[in-house]
């Protein structure tokens, strides 16, 4: 069906808008809201159609929300495949402050997912026809951390790569099952491997999974300082042009895109890890959830070119 094929599990829409600033019990004028089909493999698929690559993205969707998923996914032409599930799918709150340029997350829970609607997601993977899974984003309810590990074999058996964006036990269950990559920021990787976050802590982690065979690269990201491709053999500092965040909703989403994208064209791993990057750093221009223009992408990849 498609190049890439991501899995989103616990899908949102994601409601934006902006006000001068937050005040405790006071009425507060805000901003038209902004709507956008939003959770990790939802926003990656965004961004590779964004940069004209060939994606489905593949999530379950319950209620109203998602349909309305649905229709916000055929409205930026990206090809999707909801599994439709019983529970209603959550919404997420993006608020942006005027007066301090601060962002707040409100990131809500979603529904109890059945041992049966999850199957079935994975049976839509089994019949799709793709060189690349990537899997992003949280765990429902009622989805287990085997799912990584099922997830693997059919990757396995189809002769896809596997790439996963994910936290925590998550994380853990996914390298225990072992994947093409990884995309952890600094904390992420620390924390399960039960260190203080550093840098130097990230890349021994890091290695130290690679050395095992728990995954083949593993891409850290550092907010706006980069990231760290962990590799056989070492890791490489990719490092981002300078400028002004002016929000990081979807920055990673956007890197892991950028990543898997190259990767698809044949490009480096190294190529693949500053393109990435930079996909993430234009995305960090735009407030609330918007995607980030190919334009910044382009010119952020050509600097960093030179200089990576």
């Known amino acids: 069906m498609s190049d890439i094929l991501t899995i989103t599990f616990n899908p949102a829409i994601d409601k934006s808008f902006n006000v001068q600033a937050l005040l405790c019990g006071r009425k507060l004028a805000c901003t038209k809201p902004r709507f956008e089909a939003g959770g990790g493999g939802i926003n990656v698929a965004r961004a590779i159609k964004q940069l004209g690559g060939d994606v489905t993205a593949v999530f379950l969707g319950g209620g109203a929300n998602g349909e309305e998923l649905s229709r916000l996914l055929e409205v930026k032409n990206v090809p999707a495949w909801r599994i439709a599930i019983p529970g209603a799918t959550r919404e997420n709150i993006i608020i942006n402050t005027c007066a301090d340029g601060k962002q707040y997350l409100f990131d809500l829970p979603g529904p109890k997912i059945s041992r049966s609607d999850w199957k079935r997601c994975l049976e839509a993977v089994r019949q799709t026809t793709c060189r690349f899974i990537v899997v992003s984003g949280s765990l429902p309810p009622g989805v287990p951390l085997t799912v990584y590990r099922e997830l693997a074999a059919i990757a396995r ?124 750093t234009a995305a960090t221009l735009n407030e609330g959830t918007a995607i980030f223009r190919k334009a910044d992408v382009n010119r952020f990849y050509k600097l960093m070119k030179a200089k990576n």
């Open 157 to 280: 058996k189809k002769n896809a790569k596997l790439l996963v964006d994910a936290a925590g036990p998550a994380l853990q269950a996914a390298l225990q099952a072992g994947v093409f990559l990884v995309k952890p920021n600094l904390r992420e990787i620390t924390a399960i491997a039960g260190m203080e976050a550093t840098e130097t802590n990230a890349i021994a982690a890091a290695q130290q999974y690679v050395q095992d065979g728990r995954c083949d690269y593993m891409l850290v990201s550092l907010g706006k300082s980069g990231a760290l491709l962990v590799q056989t053999g070492g890791a490489v500092r990719i490092h981002p042009p300078h400028m002004h965040a002016k929000g990081s909703v979807g920055a990673g989403d956007s890197l892991l895109a950028g990543l898997v994208l190259a990767l698809s064209k044949k490009k480096t791993i190294r190529e693949a890890a500053t393109y990435g990057v930079a996909c993430g």
